[in-house]
């Protein structure tokens, strides 16, 4: 073992906790000059902290929030086991939803700095996130997580409703409440894809921690 792994909590069969440390601060800067040069985008077009809405943005940040605590907690167990198992299964989902809606229904070309962010949100973000999974993760999974990941998707999907009701326009397209029928059906597909990207993340992670164990 490297002598710089030593005060380092970090574990992985794949690279030394240095190697992954490296990783995980080339992902930070990557995902904080998105975060930093999206805001500052938004503001120079007046929107301010408006785009916070859309589900992809919070994500967005939720993923940058989990880096810098990786990297703010590599020297403390106890913090660092915070972000793996339940709440790193979570985001894992709600990351790759994020990619497989955005290209499925709403991509749009763009280029210079909006394309690069798009690219970073939408696809490279969850790409780094996955990779970060299958190089650290060591906490086993209970297939019960796939509900309890649940709630926040289902707590964003109310929000909707009361953005909808008070603008009069909703976040996405296709979460319309106008006609009513076509919402119900959107938001069980949607409840339905969270659910089964849930159940992915389980089992590759039974996997991931199987493999580790022999």
């Given at each position: 073992m490297n002598k710089s792994d030593n005060n380092l909590v970090y574990s992985s069969r794949w690279i030394s906790p240095t190697q992954l440390l490296y990783?995980?601060?080339?992902?930070?800067?990557?995902?904080?000059?998105?975060?930093?040069?999206?805001?500052?985008?938004?503001?120079?077009?007046?929107?301010?902290?408006?785009?916070?809405?859309?589900?992809?943005?919070?994500?967005?940040?939720?993923?940058?929030?989990?880096?810098?605590?990786?990297?703010?907690?590599?020297?403390?167990q106890n913090l660092y086991n915070k972000l793996q198992g339940k709440l790193r299964g979570a985001f894992l989902s709600y990351t790759l939803v994020v990619t497989t809606v955005y290209y499925g229904l709403l991509y749009e070309s763009s280029t210079g700095l909006d394309g690069y962010n798009d690219w970073i949100i939408h696809l490279c973000s969850t790409l780094l996130f996955i990779i970060d999974f299958i190089l650290s993760e060591s906490q086993h999974y209970d297939w019960s997580y796939s509900l309890i990941w649940l709630i926040y998707?289902?707590?964003?999907?109310?929000?909707?409703?009361?953005?909808?009701?008070?603008?009069?326009?909703?976040?996405?397209?296709?979460?319309?409440?106008?006609?009513?029928?076509?919402?119900?059906?959107?938001?069980?597909?949607?409840?339905?894809?969270?659910?089964?990207?849930?159940?992915?993340?389980?089992?590759?992670?039974?996997?991931?921690?199987?493999?580790?164990?022999?």
């Open positions: 990783y995980r601060i080339i992902t930070f800067l990557v995902i904080g000059f998105t975060v930093v040069s999206n805001r500052i985008l938004r503001i120079l077009e007046g929107e301010g902290f408006n785009n916070m809405h859309y589900f992809s943005m919070q994500n967005l940040y939720f993923l940058f929030f989990w880096f810098m605590l990786a990297l703010l907690w590599r020297n403390n998707p289902v707590i964003y999907l109310v929000y909707s409703i009361i953005y909808d009701s008070l603008y009069s326009e909703p976040i996405y397209g296709f979460l319309a409440m106008d006609p009513l029928s076509g919402y119900i059906i959107w938001v069980i597909m949607l409840l339905v894809v969270f659910f089964l990207f849930g159940l992915l993340w389980i089992f590759l992670n039974h996997l991931l921690v199987r493999t580790e164990s022999e």
